[in-house]
């Protein structure tokens, strides 16, 4: 079996409020992601999803339990490194994460720093431009392109150092419906050439498109599995403040209702198929 | 009482090689007591429109007037007229600067010339309408809030200015569903309890379909559609495709059941309604 490419231990973050009190941002959380999953995690403001998910390439080290990505134990500080070369993040706003004037240069500056030849560079750069089919905008200055096109490039920048894992932090927050298809697309396109997508998100329309699901609330792993065998959950996903994506929702409130329909209805066309056979 | 755009054109960086005319020869009247919802893809104008309408922008050619005063004047007038109309940026958050709420919250109506007592008494009155206790929070520093606390205290600045029109842009973005339900049932509230002008931009259907009674679609610069946001949804799915914006996801699903021969009504708010809808269209069917 290969190595995962995260695995916790019991991990928990903790932290002293203001009044001295200790927090738990995330719980006693034990995990395996294997490498080419396409994991969404979901939860509500404050759950501890973006604290998990900064374990990730080392922005946070667990204050209890173990995290170790690709067999590397985040809390050795050898290892911040070649961890972070694995595990790329892309931010919310688009706007924050964008260092250089010209879009070909903003995707080197991740393997200048980690010291590629510059030839190597030019080759990684062209070929994750295209990957994020961006390469007609080489040239172009960030600050012209849609907020897609400037997560497609930060996304870019990642697949440029070469790494193994994305993971992504309410990407689509900030983006209109086209932008958001946009880079719902890209990651779909990495899934498929094997790399590790980790998206965190409050798009119950885009959970539904990825192979694993988790919940986190109150710091705490409360569901992990496909799609289907969450977010039939639900009034649990409801009343942890959650939504659930509509046609699930309107499967069970039918259900409720006395109309037949079968168990696990997640999309339209599944209910489409139950209603109007 | 109405802000209006008369043959408004706005144009980015004249004379220079990015010279782009965002807003080309837009007219529109925003009556008083309105909830407009405006929507529309990253670049088709949105952002610029809701800029003129309180000066932050100043039309290439054409006017804006609220109540009736051109804003681009430099009259005392016009500068009052500009101050009836509040805005709320885009993550409002990141525009928290002072120690306090109390202070941050002030900082508008006292740039707006009010005395100290005057001022303490908006602070209190905005915080309370966002739900923020002023006794427990007055003093804290904005800093140490949660992003949804954060967003709060910003629209609660933008509040205690006492807009007679509201503009916010995305409020809701990066909010979870509870979060988004509290910003919006208390931006209703205070829609129908002062009769105050709302105008929303959102990229989120679902809010728009359930709060505003008028939807403005803009693509490429010009208004492509202006109604009612169930007629709209039901009737002109073409043009909003087109306009690269999405029908909220129950009159997706509706109108995809629709497709497939359901006799559903697909002019529907929310999900109960959807779920009566479907019921209700099963009535002759025999799943019922």
């Known amino acids: 079996m290969s190595t995962p490419m995260i695995k916790l231990e019991h991990m928990s973050h903790a932290y002293t409020d203001e009044n001295g009190k200790t927090v738990y941002a995330v719980k006693d959380i034990s995990l395996e992601i294997q490498p080419g999953e396409f994991v969404a995690i979901i939860g509500t403001n404050g759950s501890g999803k973006s604290t998990l998910a900064k374990h990730f390439n080392v922005l946070l080290v667990p204050t209890e339990g173990t995290c170790e990505v690709c067999g590397l134990r985040t809390d050795d500080p050898q290892h911040v490194w070649d961890i972070r070369q694995q595990v790329g993040m892309v931010f919310q706003n688009p706007d924050n994460q964008i260092v250089a004037a010209v879009v070909e240069e903003d995707v080197a500056f991740g393997p200048e720093n980690l010291g590629v030849p510059p030839e190597e560079i030019r080759q990684r750069v062209a070929d994750a431009l295209e990957r994020v089919q961006m390469t007609i905008y080489a040239k172009h200055g960030p600050h012209l392109l849609s907020g897609g096109q400037k997560q497609r490039i930060a996304i870019a920048g990642i697949l440029a150092m070469q790494s193994r894992c994305i993971v992504l932090d309410e990407p689509t927050a900030m983006l209109d419906p086209k932008g958001r298809q946009e880079v719902m697309e890209t990651l779909h396109q990495l899934h498929r050439e094997g790399i590790t997508v980790i998206l965190i998100t409050h798009f119950m329309e885009e959970a539904v498109q990825a192979d694993r699901v988790m919940v986190v609330h109150h710091g705490e792993l409360k569901m992990d599995g496909t799609p289907r065998s969450v977010f039939t959950h639900v009034d649990e996903l409801k009343q942890m403040g959650l939504d659930v994506p509509v046609p699930a929702e309107l499967a069970v409130r039918l259900r409720e209702k006395g109309v037949p329909l079968p168990e696990g209805i997640i999309t339209k066309e599944e209910l489409g198929d139950a209603l109007c056979q | ?288």
């Open chain 2, 1 to 288: 009482m109405s802000i209006k755009l008369e043959h408004v054109t706005y144009t980015y960086g004249t004379g220079s090689p990015f010279e782009k005319t965002a807003l080309q020869d837009v007219s529109l009247e925003i009556k008083e007591g309105e909830f407009i919802g405006i929507i529309g893809h990253t670049g088709s104008g949105k952002s610029t429109l809701v800029q003129l309408l309180n000066g932050l922008l100043q039309p290439t050619s054409g006017t804006v007037t609220v109540n009736g005063q051109d804003i681009s004047q430099k009259s005392k007038a016009a500068m009052e007229m500009r101050h009836a109309v509040g805005m709320v940026f885009q993550y409002p958050e990141y525009q928290l600067f002072e120690e306090t709420i109390a202070k941050d919250i002030a900082f508008g109506p006292r740039n707006f010339g009010l005395n100290a007592e005057d001022v303490a008494k908006r602070v209190r009155e905005a915080m309370e309408f966002v739900g923020l206790d002023y006794d427990t929070y007055a003093d804290r520093s904005p800093f140490r809030l949660s992003g949804g606390q954060m967003r709060r205290v910003a629209i609660a600045g933008v509040i205690a200015i006492h807009p007679q029109y509201l503009i916010l842009d995305e409020p809701s973005a990066g909010l979870d569903p509870v979060g988004r339900r509290e910003i919006f049932a208390e931006i209703q509230r205070w829609h129908k309890e002062k009769n105050i002008t709302v105008i929303l931009v959102s990229h989120n259907m679902d809010d728009i379909s359930r709060m505003a009674n008028r939807l403005i679609v803009l693509s490429e610069g010009q208004i492509l559609i202006d109604g009612e946001p169930l007629d709209v949804f039901a009737t002109q799915q073409d043009k909003l495709h087109s306009a690269g914006v999405a029908v909220p996801p129950v009159t997706e699903v509706l109108q995809y059941l629709k497709g497939r021969g359901l006799a559903v009504e697909d002019r529907v708010h929310t999900v109960d309604e959807a779920v009566a809808s479907i019921y209700h269209s099963l009535g002759g069917n025999k799943h019922a």
